[in-house]
């Protein structure tokens, strides 16, 4: 249409308008098209000094036990988040509380971030996330950006299957990718099939407390849980997850595990359940309420699906639940009205390890089996509710109707995506614009850095046809990530002052070393460029301590201000802290190495940076 203009305008306009018009057409791969069309990518992309990214991505660090946080439409890594592995960079792990939050373990495997949501809308105060490697949950702050609790989750391993959380943020479900025996005591594998489950749980959180707490247990049959979601509006007191091995197999799984025509998905109403544990209707197991579902019955229905399922998905009128076929090529879409009736008219079609299963033609609404598409894994939303789905093994997003099952769009992606994500994708009401393929293989995308490569996310501009507009290089390893409007996050700059914390010290006058017994507190401050631990010594930024005594040392960043962060670390004592603005933070340790250790500000402060430093003394024992 533009080109058009020119010409009635002007002449001259017109005839450059036409020339170039002309090189555009005789030439579809000429430099010239290629690079014009690379510039307006950039300039999609483009968010000048000064203006900020529309969107937070917030990307699983799989196997580094971290989050990282991009900005959309940039791409640009803003920071990583340690949640379950220590960070030496922010003194995760290091200081007193984090440490102990993370209870001795030195890595996790983090999957599948989920918002918290408030009416089915991301209400951006928290962020849920599990630990596949050493069966953990914690929740991250929004507005410090910092984990605020882990826990624990007993009878249970490898929680993969999760966390999503219901509408109103009340449950998060933990189902795991492995079965074991309860309590994971020594069984032989040959009683794999009587003796091992598949435990899910169901998490609360206390806001208030910001505590982590486990609400109740499932004791599902020994198979394996691959994703799961929960239920939107009219389907809101319900959840969906997909298995597979429920072959029970128990070795060489990739082809033991891969033997039925059709796994199931697992359809509970999570009201329901909540009451059964209320009336007592459960068995206490290692000290948690454990459903066992062919002993209690309801609440708990299988759906069969295609084999080996990964994603499924609840559409955002939560009308219908996507299953994405993995080893099959279609996309199944069911229908909760239809499988609400057929529970409510007993029409199952028998049972399995006492479970009614609901029988597939009742429930099934639609097969989608694009055309020379395979490996569909998981499926994401628009604003007008089309669906988006990865193809792991023919590297694309496929575009389609999920109310008629049109293909309606396809893209290659460089390479086998795992997991979309759509901006806002899992709410009552995403976005569209924008959709981030984050793919397994980066192949021959980036310079080469040696053998391993890099995962990649590419952005696609999902507002028309689809087009993949940048690709950037992602460590590993995402498997899911949330896309969250920016405005939506209240993030603080500066931690307001405790009056209620005995640890901290906002006054240089206030600065102390207490010695009692072989316990010695220091309540110390930093600030640029200087730490004071005692003002009335002779030298107010040495601790002194005797060999053996137990260490303790607060420490409060008094400069009340943006971005001046300190740090705090003692040389050769493996030890390091960070305090951000108004913060406290706790170093607690024994000082078993007698000597002189010099101690410094790690975290770059002020012009004088380098003088920030001191001593840290200990006397040897005579
Ligand atoms: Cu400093």
């Given at each position: 249409m533009k080109k058009w203009i020119p010409i009635a305008s002007g002449l001259a306009a017109g005839f450059l308008a036409a020339t170039i018009s002309y090189a555009n057409f005789s030439s579809g791969t000429n430099s010239q098209a290629v690079s014009s069309d690379n510039k307006s990518n950039a300039e999609k992309v483009y968010v000048p000094l000064g203006q900020k990214d529309d969107y937070y991505l917030i990307d699983s660090g799989g196997h580094s036990g971290q989050l990282f946080v991009y900005g959309v439409p940039s791409m640009r890594e803003i920071r990583t988040i340690p949640v379950f592995s220590p960070d030496p960079a922010t003194g995760y792990g290091f200081d007193s509380k984090t440490k102990k939050m993370l209870g001795g373990y030195t890595w996790g495997d983090l999957h599948h971030p989920a918002l918290s949501e408030t009416n089915g809308d991301y209400d951006g105060k928290y962020l849920f996330a599990t630990d596949v490697?050493?069966?953990?949950?914690?929740?991250?702050?929004?507005?410090?950006?910092?984990?605020?609790?882990?826990?624990?989750?007993?009878?249970?391993?490898?929680?993969?299957?999760?966390?999503?959380?219901?509408?109103?943020?009340?449950?998060?479900?933990?189902?795991?990718?492995?079965?074991?025996?309860?309590?994971?005591?020594?069984?032989?594998?040959?009683?794999?099939?009587?003796?091992?489950?598949?435990?899910?749980?169901?998490?609360?959180?206390?806001?208030?407390?910001?505590?982590?707490?486990?609400?109740?247990?499932?004791?599902?049959?020994?198979?394996?849980?691959?994703?799961?979601?929960?239920?939107?509006?009219?389907?809101?007191?319900?959840?969906?997850?997909?298995?597979?091995?429920?072959?029970?197999?128990?070795?060489?799984?990739?082809?033991?595990?891969?033997?039925?025509?059709?796994?199931?998905?697992?359809?509970?109403?999570?009201?329901?359940?909540?009451?059964?544990?209320?009336?007592?209707?459960?068995?206490?197991?290692?000290?948690?309420?454990?459903?066992?579902?062919?002993?209690?019955?309801?609440?708990?229905?299988?759906?069969?699906?295609?084999?080996?399922?990964?994603?499924?998905?609840?559409?955002?009128?939560?009308?219908?639940?996507?299953?994405?076929?993995?080893?099959?090529?279609?996309?199944?879409?069911?229908?909760?009205?239809?499988?609400?009736?057929?529970?409510?008219?007993?029409?199952?079609?028998?049972?399995?390890?006492?479970?009614?299963?609901?029988?597939?033609?009742?429930?099934?609404?639609?097969?989608?089996?694009?055309?020379?598409?395979?490996?569909?894994?998981?499926?994401?939303?628009?604003?007008?509710?089309?669906?988006?789905?990865?193809?792991?093994?023919?590297?694309?997003?496929?575009?389609?109707?999920?109310?008629?099952?049109?293909?309606?769009?396809?893209?290659?992606?460089?390479?086998?995506?795992?997991?979309?994500?759509?901006?806002?994708?899992?709410?009552?009401s995403p976005d569209g614009k924008w959709l981030v393929a984050l793919n397994k293989l980066a192949k021959d995308n980036f310079l080469s850095v040696g053998p391993s490569h890099p995962e990649t996310m590419q952005l696609i501009d999902i507002s028309g046809k689809m087009k993949v507009i940048d690709t950037v290089p992602a460590n590993p390893e995402p498997h899911y990530a949330q896309m969250i409007k920016a405005d939506k996050i209240h993030s603080i700059n500066v931690y307001p002052k405790d009056p209620n914390n005995k640890d901290a010290v906002y006054k240089t006058d206030d600065t102390r070393i207490v010695r009692n017994g072989k316990t010695v507190t220091v309540y110390g401050i930093a600030m640029r460029s200087r730490f004071v631990f005692d003002h009335k010594a002779k030298r107010p930024d040495v601790i002194e301590v005797n060999q053996g005594d137990h260490v303790i040392i607060h420490l409060t960043d008094i400069d009340f201000d943006e971005d001046i962060t300190h740090g705090f670390a003692i040389n050769n004592y493996n030890l390091n802290m960070e305090v951000q603005p108004g913060e406290t933070n706790t170093l607690d340790f024994y000082a078993d190495k007698a000597g002189t250790f010099p101690l410094y500000c790690t975290n770059f402060c002020s012009a004088l940076h380098q003088e920030m430093n001191g001593y840290f003394l200990v006397k040897p024992k005579q």
């Amino acid at each position: 249409m533009k080109k058009w203009i020119p010409i009635a305008s002007g002449l001259a306009a017109g005839f450059l308008a036409a020339t170039i018009s002309y090189a555009n057409f005789s030439s579809g791969t000429n430099s010239q098209a290629v690079s014009s069309d690379n510039k307006s990518n950039a300039e999609k992309v483009y968010v000048p000094l000064g203006q900020k990214d529309d969107y937070y991505l917030i990307d699983s660090g799989g196997h580094s036990g971290q989050l990282f946080v991009y900005g959309v439409p940039s791409m640009r890594e803003i920071r990583t988040i340690p949640v379950f592995s220590p960070d030496p960079a922010t003194g995760y792990g290091f200081d007193s509380k984090t440490k102990k939050m993370l209870g001795g373990y030195t890595w996790g495997d983090l999957h599948h971030p989920a918002l918290s949501e408030t009416n089915g809308d991301y209400d951006g105060k928290y962020l849920f996330a599990t630990d596949v490697g050493n069966s953990r949950a914690a929740v991250v702050d929004l507005s410090t950006w910092t984990t605020r609790d882990i826990i624990k989750v007993p009878n249970t391993s490898g929680p993969h299957c999760a966390a999503f959380v219901t509408q109103n943020s009340e449950y998060l479900f933990l189902p795991t990718r492995f079965s074991t025996p309860l309590g994971q005591k020594y069984v032989p594998l040959d009683q794999y099939s009587a003796k091992y489950r598949g435990v899910m749980s169901a998490l609360t959180f206390d806001k208030k407390k910001e505590k982590l707490n486990i609400a109740y247990q499932v004791a599902l049959p020994p198979w394996a849980y691959d994703l799961s979601d929960a239920g939107k509006k009219s389907s809101g007191d319900w959840a969906v997850m997909t298995t597979y091995n429920t072959e029970e197999a128990t070795t060489t799984d990739e082809i033991n595990a891969s033997q039925a025509d059709r796994d199931y998905i697992v359809l509970f109403n999570w009201k329901e359940l909540a009451q059964m544990v209320k009336e007592g209707k459960y068995t206490n197991v290692g000290g948690q309420k454990m459903i066992f579902p062919e002993k209690q019955k309801g609440g708990i229905y299988l759906v069969p699906v295609a084999k080996s399922p990964h994603g499924v998905d609840v559409t955002p009128d939560g009308k219908h639940f996507i299953a994405a076929g993995k080893l099959a090529p279609a996309m199944t879409v069911f229908s909760f009205d239809k499988a609400f009736k057929a529970i409510k008219d007993k029409k199952f079609s028998g049972t399995r390890n006492g479970i009614p299963v609901l029988d597939y033609k009742s429930v099934m609404e639609r097969e989608v089996n694009p055309e020379n598409a395979l490996g569909p894994l998981h499926t994401q939303f628009d604003n007008k509710g089309m669906a988006y789905t990865t193809m792991f093994i023919s590297s694309e997003i496929v575009k389609w109707n999920p109310n008629t099952g049109a293909v309606l769009d396809r893209v290659p992606v460089q390479y086998s995506p795992g997991h979309a994500v759509a901006a806002e994708g899992d709410t009552v009401s995403p976005d569209g614009k924008w959709l981030v393929a984050l793919n397994k293989l980066a192949k021959d995308n980036f310079l080469s850095v040696g053998p391993s490569h890099p995962e990649t996310m590419q952005l696609i501009d999902i507002s028309g046809k689809m087009k993949v507009i940048d690709t950037v290089p992602a460590n590993p390893e995402p498997h899911y990530a949330q896309m969250i409007k920016a405005d939506k996050i209240h993030s603080i700059n500066v931690y307001p002052k405790d009056p209620n914390n005995k640890d901290a010290v906002y006054k240089t006058d206030d600065t102390r070393i207490v010695r009692n017994g072989k316990t010695v507190t220091v309540y110390g401050i930093a600030m640029r460029s200087r730490f004071v631990f005692d003002h009335k010594a002779k030298r107010p930024d040495v601790i002194e301590v005797n060999q053996g005594d137990h260490v303790i040392i607060h420490l409060t960043d008094i400069d009340f201000d943006e971005d001046i962060t300190h740090g705090f670390a003692i040389n050769n004592y493996n030890l390091n802290m960070e305090v951000q603005p108004g913060e406290t933070n706790t170093l607690d340790f024994y000082a078993d190495k007698a000597g002189t250790f010099p101690l410094y500000c790690t975290n770059f402060c002020s012009a004088l940076h380098q003088e920030m430093n001191g001593y840290f003394l200990v006397k040897p024992k005579q």
